[in-house]
């Protein structure tokens, strides 16, 4: 019973404002009625079912729990063909009618789907493309500065570049990240916490990261700090983030 009530609560947290989950439920139904030919019923509303079915059913969370962790459960609705089962309910209804019908049928639709959702570049995790990794440019430029080639480096990053410094460099490694982003570890962290206190405490961030072993501690310029740090040196700053240095470290880096 907790699985299916989790699967319910992955469903609802998954359907963002709900009305793209409506017009996806009101395009089944349509298609249930209205569309004969056997194979695209297959594809556009059993396949769908299923699927739905097979998301929600506790064993299924139970078995994907086995393999992957349970807060990525949601991906699996990636699998839904909602998009596409929209996309020819309205055609179907569309080519149903003639003349001014079609057209004002045709605008209905278009206005539907333009205010199903809101912009995804909205999100402060989604950015349009600025190179061929699809990664924003200051976080390439940063990671290619800090690369050192043969070894891991541990860098603390602001949170703005904690889901893409990993993706881009796995040689990089975070003392805190994409666990806290998507509700894996809830318990505190020295260093997070620090970073997130207002006003924060220079000294304690310094020696946290020290205890960490931390090489590096990249922030926004306008985060930059005003005190000393004992173990860290400005070592310089790239498209607007101040890297600081570990000055205990060797000459491999």
């Known amino acids: 019973m907790e699985a299916f009530t989790i699967a319910l609560g992955t469903i609802k947290d998954y359907m963002g404002t709900g009305f793209v989950t409506v017009l996806f439920l009101v395009a089944l139904v349509y298609l249930v009625v209205f569309e004969k030919d056997r194979v695209k019923r297959i594809f556009f509303v059993y396949i769908p079912l299923v699927i739905v079915l097979v998301f929600l059913c506790p064993v ?70 600025q190179n061929i990794s699809h990664m924003p440019q200051y976080v390439v430029d940063i990671c290619d500065a800090l690369h050192v080639e043969g070894r891991e480096v541990q860098v603390l990053v602001p949170d703005e570049m904690q889901q893409f410094v990993r993706q881009y460099d796995p040689c990089i490694c975070i003392p805190y990240g994409r666990e806290y982003m998507m509700g894996l570890t809830l318990e505190s962290d020295e260093i997070r916490d620090a970073m997130s206190e207002n006003p924060r405490d220079a000294e304690k961030i310094d020696l ?46």
């Open 60 to 129: 299924s969370y139970k078995i994907y729990g086995l393999f992957s962790e349970g807060v990525t459960y949601y991906r699996l609705l990636w699998l839904i063909p909602e998009v596409p089962v929209i996309a020819y309910a309205m055609s179907m209804l569309v080519t149903g009618f003639e003349g001014k019908k079609k057209v004002f049928c045709s605008a209905f639709c278009i206005l539907l789907a333009v205010f199903s959702g809101k912009l995804m570049y909205s999100d402060m995790y989604m950015i349009k493309a």
């Open 208 to 253: 946290y990261c020290v205890w960490r072993a931390v090489h590096y501690i990249v922030v926004p310029e306008s985060m930059k700090f005003e005190e000393t740090l004992n173990h860290y040196d400005e070592y310089m700053t790239i498209d607007g983030y101040v890297i600081y240095k570990n000055n205990q470290l060797g000459t491999d880096f």
